[in-house]
C-alpha cells in the first residue's frame, strides 16, 4: 500500500529541504508541506459518497464522477492529500482492473489534493 504515497513524501522533503528560496520567492506557507506525512488517508469511493450526502451536496448520486467542489471538501476534511479508491466501473476506462470483491468497481486510485487542486 505504501507504493502509491513514498514517491510524494520524498517530492515534499525535498522541495522543503532545498527549495526554501524559491518557496519564499512564491511567498508560499510552508507549514501545509511541514505535516505532510505518509501514509496519506483513504477511503473508498462508497465512502467519500457518504461524506458528501452528510455535507450536504445532493448533487452527487453513486455512479457520478466527482466535480471539483465535492473534491474540494473531501480534501478540506483531511487537509492533506487523500486517495479515493475503487470507483464505479462506469466511470473510468476500459482498461482499468476490475473489482473482484464488487464487480460494478474498478481497481484504481486517486489522489485528491487539498487547497482545491484536485485530482493529481
Known sequence: KTFF??????????VLNHCQL???????DTTKLEKVATPFPRISYDDAIEFLKKEGFDDIEWGEDFGAP????????????????NYPTKIKPFYMQPNPDNEDTVLCAD???PEGYGEI
Do not use: G
Not at 6 to 13: E, K, W
Open 22 to 28: 524559491e518557496l519564499k520567492a512564491l511567498d508560499r
Open 5 to 14: 504515497v513514498a514517491p510524494s513524501r520524498l517530492c515534499d522533503r525535498s
Open 70 to 85: 465535492h473534491e474540494t471538501a473531501i480534501a478540506n476534511h483531511y487537509d492533506l492529500p487523500v486517495f479515493i479508491t
Open 111 to 113: 489522489l485528491i489534493a
